[in-house]
């Protein structure tokens, strides 16, 4: 097998300059695409990327692509590409697909198509006459076809890479974690300042800002689909971990607290922050919004309030959204990003943000309104 592969980190809509950031801060070059980032890198970026990468998707590993606007084209093609150096003679290999905008409109045909090339391919590789009997490591092929364009890869790390394993209760409308990191790593917060989310919900944007904040990798408490595939020696998975820990900064003091007018979400977000790890590192009340009123200068205030549209009543949102605004005229130093679909969110909250930049929380799209304080030099 050749030295170097070729891996593509996926990204939510909008944070595909977030994702090569993480991926170049690792030692890869990225190159930045729609909804994902490529890169070249030895087998080690396998564990690496998928223990240290906070806002990607998923890691996968790119097969080959090729243009493909009939189904001979796509046997062929698919048969051509070296699977041997990736898929043991025991491996298990499902199919998956999607199809936009192109030619092979069929899923299930090209599923069934590629699925077929490979097992030709496999069985004249490694001798076999009869069937492969796929009873080892799991290896889920993707087939994505856009434009004709036809995209091979297996997926490295098996549940998505939000799942960080810590999330035991969640409130109606959760926050994926790779999007909270992301609003966390969107700001010019550290490690050293106040930092407060007076809409945790189950926590997610406080508990997220702690792993950044004691540059803890978001994987640790979780498996990966890769960790047992022959191409990655366990050594390879022992080093990486050794890593993490290595760098892992458990003594960083931290100032960081969620709040929620629900204390059924507080007790969620406590347990939650338990089993990510982290313990009394986070602070956990209950309070309003409009109550916040903070001791201390130059904090951050991160947040993903309710939207009044799956949640709550619009007309109280957008009562909340004002009274936090007068709440918040009394803190000039303190900077303030805000999550929320709704459009007219400036003028309720009082002021028109510094910036903002669009995303999207799952299928909603969104606006993240971003206030710059006015820093107090501390004496």
């Avoid at 790119?62 to 070296?82: C, H, M, Q, R, V």
Wanted: net charge neutral; glycine share 8%; with cysteine.
């Amino acid at each position: 097998m050749k030295k170097n592969i070729t891996l593509i980190a996926t990204a939510a809509m909008g944070l595909e300059s977030v994702v090569a950031k993480e991926v170049k801060d690792l030692g890869y070059e990225p190159t930045v695409q729609n909804g994902r980032v490529l890169f070249s890198a030895d087998v080690s970026a396998i564990p690496r990327c998928n223990l240290w990468l906070r806002t990607a998707d998923r890691v996968k590993l790119l097969i080959g692509e090729f243009k493909a606007k009939s189904f001979d084209e796509l046997f062929e093609n698919t048969k051509a590409l070296n699977w041997e150096d990736f898929i043991p003679e025991n491996g298990e290999f499902p199919v998956i697909g999607k199809s936009v905008k192109s030619t092979l409109h069929s899923v299930p045909d090209c599923q069934s198509i590629v699925k077929k090339a490979i097992v030709e391919r496999l069985k004249n590789k490694y001798g076999i006459a009869s069937w492969l009997e796929e009873t080892g490591s799991l290896y889920r092929i993707e087939v994505a076809l856009h434009k004709d364009l036809a995209t091979l890869t297996i997926d490295a790390s098996g549940s998505g890479l939000h799942r960080r394993g810590y999330r035991v209760g969640q409130g109606e409308a959760p926050l994926k974690e790779t999007l909270a990191a992301a609003l966390v790593l969107l700001t010019n917060w550290r490690a050293n300042d106040s930092f407060v989310d007076p809409f945790c919900g189950s926590g997610t944007i406080p508990i997220e800002a702690a792993l950044i904040g004691q540059n803890i990798a978001p994987g640790f408490n979780r498996s990966f689909a890769s960790e047992k595939w022959n191409i990655v020696p366990s050594t390879v998975w022992d080093k990486a971990y050794e890593e993490i820990e290595d760098l892992a900064n458990y003594d960083q003091p931290l100032d960081i607290t969620g709040s929620d007018i629900d204390q059924r979400m507080v007790e969620i977000s406590k347990n939650n922050a338990i089993e990510a790890g982290l313990g009394d590192l986070v602070t956990w009340k209950q309070m309003q919004a409009k109550d916040f009123n903070p001791k201390q200068n130059n904090g951050y205030i991160i947040g993903n309030p309710p939207y009044g549209e799956r949640i709550g009543d619009r007309s109280e949102v957008e009562k909340m959204y004002k009274e936090f605004g007068a709440a918040m005229k009394n803190h000039p130093s303190w900077s303030i990003y805000i999550l929320t679909s709704n459009e007219n969110f400036e003028s309720l909250f009082g002021r028109k943000a510094t910036k903002k930049r669009k995303l999207f929380n799952g299928f909603i799209r969104t606006d993240y309104y971003q206030y710059f304080g006015k820093r107090v030099k501390e004496e």
